[in-house]
């Protein structure tokens, strides 16, 4: 059984290590006693993540002057599964069907993501035709066994799956999810015969109807599982030998902390690691300031991610897509990648980040992403052999990056080579090179619009109404720009902003989740009853304390529907009363979405969930102290907005809780935040910078 646990560094004199691995720099935050925060951003280590979490964690213990004996917990965020499935570099998988559905994800929910492309082209599955196998069995929708499965045939798979080189299989057989054991069985035989070979059962990551979706979500896990159970494998060996035993956890797709052991059976449940682990982050700022509404938008050297938290929980999706150029969590505009339905944060990613390169295309147009030149070789200020210009570049000629070095002094820059990569690009169009930084910048805000409007408008919420909390390397440099662009009147830049995802792995709570089909027609209240306290009581004995709170969620559609959407069951004993109250909340809730609304007798429930949460004792005000040195004198640099002005460059400390008016640039450790005219700044009382549009009238 699984364990988990929550140790308070300031009672305990205790740290806690955090890392999150981005595409350009891993963030390193160590927390220890009297709410002590040692920050590290060093380099990203592709295709070898793990060494540079490694540098990061023992370069914050150095810094922090603590030995391995002092950590009580070591907490990550990774890119793992999401670059094997981007880079096409996972296991080589199989898939064991039914006979008839060899071609189920091939079919798939026949969506085109860009209508009128007749250049595009669906991604190539996880597990190619010739490595999807069938057995002669059937299982039907109320589940009858119409023909049982014949082991001997399942034994002469395996011989022919050993011939083939397959290293990961997965077996989803149709409507396993009503009569999970004959899928169980297979799984396990193979696993028998099969000792080497990763083996995903569908019903033991995705038990729900949807034979696309179930497939898909197994595949996927399998074709990330060896991949990730490596590098899970190696990162535990590599912080042993630096004597460091404490519990190792990953931060899960859903916002909570899992132990690996658990990760490595399901890998699949971390394909959206580091953005949840900022959105956490943000969930909790929100809950201390009191706020409601609020857009995390994130910012980082390869991608710029959006999501929403609303009454101060951010949105699970049911499934999401990951490959095909964006993480995708939205009905509209899926298609593009590869199917995962498990739970997820609901989160919008653009290919837009620091290293983002800016090209010109054929008709003489300005574009930015989605490629990015990543940590190696790095945007071309870097002096690492970057050739391509990129948003880094285009903010270094702008002024609005230190032009001797960022990250603390760690990263050098060389001006003078942004200035040339850029002038390339202008002399194709006749301009100069500020004007295509400035062209860059605005392409890049017209771009990470469309994230913040897919987690928002598209989900019948008004981002004016919205506090934006900017984050990540490079949000806080876009931050008050996307904004403007969206109505939003205010925006939060909190303390170790660009080391804010492993923040969030400081703050968040063990969590562990599970979900079974539930059929409408057979409800009663019983029943009902008794399936929320089994999953109650499988949750809370994976999380392996005394202290779990338990979370009831109701998968709901009106009949009919190909969509539901979850909605939280209030606490109390199951009756008549409660199942109205619920009923509704779904019928608000799909007013809320798709502006309209049905009757209790049309409303069907899908499927059932139980979240389980060991609180952290954790807070994150602990987390937000600001380092007590010296800020410096203030600067001048020329910033070029509209027009070029002479713009003060300040530390956060010289910020006070009066408002200060724009243009500034402020300078962090980790971050840069951009103050542009038209706007104030100011200090809360954790350290926060508070942007306001003194323009932009608050619509709540």
């Keep these: 059984m699984a364990t988990s646990s929550s140790v308070d560094p300031v009672a305990n004199a205790r740290w806690r290590v955090a890392a999150d691995i981005g595409g350009t720099f891993t963030d390193v935050i160590a927390l220890g006693p009297d709410a002590r925060i040692v920050p590290m951003k060093v380099l990203s280590t592709p295709p070898d993540f793990g060494t540079g979490v490694i540098d990061g964690v023992t370069a914050s213990m150095r810094d922090a002057e603590i030995t391995a004996d002092d950590v009580s917990a070591v907490l990550h965020a990774t890119t793992v599964a999401t670059n094997a499935i981007l880079e096409m570099e996972g296991a080589r998988t199989a898939l064991i069907t039914t006979k008839g559905f060899r ?224 993480n995708i969590t939205r009905s509209m505009g899926k298609g593009a990648g590869y199917t995962v339905r498990v739970p997820s944060i609901d989160i919008a990613e653009v290919g837009a980040g620091g290293g983002s390169v800016i090209g010109v295309d054929s008709a003489g147009a300005l574009h930015v992403g989605p490629g990015s030149a990543g940590s190696r070789p790095g945007p071309a200020c870097y002096g690492q052999g970057g050739e391509r210009p990129t948003l880094t570049d285009a903010n270094v000629v702008l002024g609005y990056l230190n032009p001797d070095a960022i990250a603390g002094g760690r990263v050098t820059i060389q001006p003078e080579l942004a200035a040339k990569v850029l002038g390339a690009v202008s002399d194709r169009i006749d301009t100069d090179p500020g004007a295509i930084a400035r062209g860059a910048y605005d392409v890049a805000i017209s771009n990470m619009t469309k994230a913040v409007k897919a987690v928002t408008s598209e989900r019948g919420r008004d981002p004016r109404d919205a506090t934006m909390v900017a984050f990540g390397g490079a949000g806080p440099l876009y931050g008050a720009a996307l904004a403007r662009e969206l109505g939003i009147s205010t925006v939060i830049v909190p303390v170790h902003t660009g080391l804010f995802s492993s923040l969030g792995l400081l703050v968040a709570d063990n969590e562990y989740q599970t979900v079974t089909p539930f059929r409408s027609e057979h409800l009663s209240l019983h029943r009902f009853a008794t399936e929320f306290d089994n999953l109650a009581a499988t949750v809370t004995e994976h999380l392996g304390s005394d202290d779990v ?134 200090l809360d009382e954790y350290n926060n910078i508070i942007i306001s549009w003194t323009d932009i009238e608050v619509t709540a």
């Design 549 to 682: 709170r338990i979370d009831r969620i109701l998968d709901m559609r009106y009949h009919g529907q190909r969509f539901d959407l979850r909605i939280p069951l209030p606490d109390g004993d199951i009756d008549d009363a409660l199942l109205h109250e619920v009923k509704q909340r779904f019928h608000a809730e799909h007013h809320k979405t798709y502006g309209r609304s049905g009757t209790d007798d049309l409303v069907e429930i899908v499927n059932i969930r139980v979240r389980g949460f060991v609180r952290n004792t954790v807070t994150i005000d602990q987390a937000l102290t600001l380092a007590d040195t010296d800020p410096g004198a203030r600067r001048v640099r020329e910033c070029r907005f509209d027009t070029t002005v002479s713009t003060p460059v300040i530390a956060r400390a010289h910020l006070t809780r009066t408002p200060e008016a724009g243009p500034l640039v402020i300078e962090d450790m980790d971050s840069t935040t951009l103050v542009p005219p038209g706007t104030t700044a100011h």
């Design 103 to 326: 071609d189920v994800l091939e079919l798939g929910r026949l969506r085109r993501p860009l209508l009128y492309d007749l250049s595009w082209r669906k991604p190539t599955p996880l597990a190619r035709r010739r490595h999807r196998y069938e057995i002669d069995q059937r299982i039907h929708a109320d589940g009858h066994i119409e023909t049982a499965v014949d082991f001997d045939e399942v034994d002469a798979l395996a011989q022919k799956l050993r011939a083939d080189g397959i290293e990961a299989l997965a077996v989803c057989l149709i409507n396993s999810h009503v009569r999970p054991d004959a899928e169980r069985a297979v799984a396990h035989r193979l696993q028998q015969l099969l000792p080497d070979v990763y083996v995903t059962t569908s019903v033991d990551i995705s038990p729900e109807p949807g034979e696309f979706e179930r497939s898909s979500t197994a595949v996927v896990n399998s074709y990330v599982g060896t991949v990730v159970h490596g590098y899970v494998s190696e990162l535990s060996r590599s912080l042993r030998k630096r004597g460091i035993e404490a519990p190792f956890s990953i931060m899960q797709s859903s916002g909570g902390l899992l132990d690996a052991e658990s990760v490595v059976e399901r890998p699949v449940q971390i394909i959206e690691s580091g953005p949840a682990a900022g959105v956490i982050a943000v969930q909790k700022l929100a809950q201390l300031l009191g706020l409601d509404n609020v857009v995390a938008f994130d910012m980082g050297g390869t991608t710029a991610k959006a999501s929403l938290i609303e009454n101060g929980q951010p949105f699970l999706a049911n499934d999401y897509e990951v490959g095909g150029g964006m």
